[in-house]
């Protein structure tokens, strides 16, 4: 395998809304996440990707970009912008940009021009269609954030299609002008130093509508080699597609080399095992160690040879790592460490999302009026009006809204946990005064330091980035154990999912050896017998000595 920088770095995801407020509007900004670039060195990051600073109308806090050449004034400016990227780079660090052209805002000037008229120069950028002949939409197709997926345009008598809200209307990438339109945007980017890009719901840019295909459509392999061919092909860059409908096999075709499409993807098969068949990520089903074992191992089995793997247990989308996988009460610090070394040590690229490194937790708003998240305020008034109670609802957005990603970053134990000093978008966990930055960097025990550990594992040891994958005590209902190897080199993870004390016998190549104890959340661990007793969320990896 040809070697690559990002396949020993590590990642931080920062949603600029949340992260520090450095102009005091409530509202995170770039001059914030400036001022913070010192911590982030000092985590020992190597990429930041950054959730979109473009203009917007904020209808879905930016995944909706009203002008891809410009930043929103309440994140700052292009200046700014330009100031970031130099001053992290001076730190060793790239900025990663959240590419999102599955869809513009309707306030982009290419909406407002395609939506004047039928012949309008700009009108196929979009997906539009004729009503049905009793006026109705087209087809049945539903949006992702509530209703059809098709809006009525009274000014000309069409729909045009959103696949997330109304306000956030498709592009029809069967159009060469849109293909040569973000081309040159991304190559605008690229000149101005950025290290890659996250590219948001990419699965999805293949659509071909009339057949009611959405995701991974026949011309979205064509499109990717095309924009790599005409981008980043030849820049030292990393690109990660956010591809909800991968397949370990699909993932293959994104990320194999010699296909010339993108770094890696993010994967979302261990998310959605906690989702209802029926009602998804609204009815978290009961948590099942034996079905994320069997997923992790069939993605790092899958892609040991050919492409590469994106690791992550959060982001700006998803709940809490430590509240979903680990136990955000009394074992929050051992479980949050526990999940850190279990997925720092998997063959991939990993993924930090802001809070993460100090067990941010869930939050739990009283009122559906405190929320803030589109998803959940539009799927609430739907759900509920469908006849699902209230209470269930809560439960739903409490276990998987988007808004428990978007609580402010906890810096201290003060006002507004140091975020801001004006009056925060959306309220800080209360929970601050324990968890944040300020008190994780004064103990030396904390999950920060833990977080520190395991990243400058990843940069000492090729094991840990190149090392075959392979399972361990696969049957285990409470323990994820693997082993990495390289050569001579072998590391043993072994992993205490559970609240319980578990005692398990060893493998018999895993009996009576001894090494290196890397990391663990409990006493170091340097010698194993026939049997092991783990504490409740134990968790250590072991250098075995040759
Ligand atoms: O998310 C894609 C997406 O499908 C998610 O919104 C997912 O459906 C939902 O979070 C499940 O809980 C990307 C961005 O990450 C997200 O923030 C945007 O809202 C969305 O695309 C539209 O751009």
Known sequence: MEKKWWHSAVIYQIYPRSFMDADNDGIGDLAGVIGKLDYLATLGIDVIWLSPVFRSPMDDNGYDISDYHDIAPEFGTLAEMDRLIAEAARRGIRIVMDLVVNHTSDEHPWFVEARKSKDNLYRDYYIWRAPRADGSPPDRQRASFGGSAWEFDPATG??????????????????????????????????????????????????????????????????????????????????????????????????????????????????????????????????????????????????????????????????????????????????????????????????????????????????????????????????????????????????????????????????????????????????????????????????????????????ERPVVVYGRYLPHLEDHPQVFAYERRLGEERIVVINNFSGQTVELELPAELRHRAGECLVSNYAPVRRLGERLSLHPFESFALALAA
Not at 170 to 194: A, C, F, K, S, T
Not at 319 to 342: F, H, I, N, Q
Not at 367 to 387: H, K, Q
């Open 158 to 459: 069409e729909y045009y299609y959103h696949l997330f809200s109304k306000r956030q209307p498709d592009l029809n990438w069967e159009n060469p002008q849109v293909q040569e339109e973000v081309h040159r945007m991304m190559n605008w980017w690229l000149d101005r130093g950025i290290g890659g890009f996250r590219m948001d719901v990419i699965d999805l840019i293949g659509k071909e509508v009339d057949r009611g295909i959405t995701t991974e459509g026949p011309r979205l392999h064509p499109l990717l080699q095309q924009m790599h061919a005409a981008t980043f092909g030849h820049r030292d860059v990393l690109t990660v597609g956010e591809t909800w409908s991968a397949t370990p096999e699909t993932a293959k075709l994104y990320s194999d080399p010699a296909r010339k499409e993108l770094s890696m993807v993010f994967q979302f098969e261990h998310v959605t095992l906690g989702h209802h068949p029926e009602h998804g990520k609204w009815q978290q089903r009961a948590f099942d160690l034996l079905e994320l074992k069997r997923v992790i191992t069939k993605w790092q089995t899958a892609l040991a040879d050919t492409g590469w793997n994106a690791l992550f247990w959060n982001n700006h989308d998803l709940p809490r790592a430590v509240s979903k996988y680990g136990d955000p009460g009394r074992y929050r610090v051992e479980s949050a460490k526990m999940l850190a070394t279990a997925l720092h040590c998997l063959k991939g690229t990993p993924y930090i999302y802001q809070g993460e490194e100090i067990g941010m937790t869930n939050v739990r708003f009283d009122a559906i009026e405190e929320y803030r998240d589109i998803e959940t305020l539009n799927l609430y008034r739907e759900r509920t009006a469908a006849g699902v109670p209230h209470e269930s609802m809560m439960e739903g957005i409490f276990a998987n809204g988007r808004d428990n990603a978007r609580t402010p970053m906890q810096w201290h134990a003060g006002e507004n946990a140091g975020f801001s000093t004006g009056t925060p978008w959306i309220q800080v966990n209360p929970n601050h005064r324990e968890i944040n930055v300020a008190a994780a960097l004064d103990d030396p025990n904390s999950i920060l330091h833990h977080y520190r550990a395991l990243i400058r594992l990843r940069k």
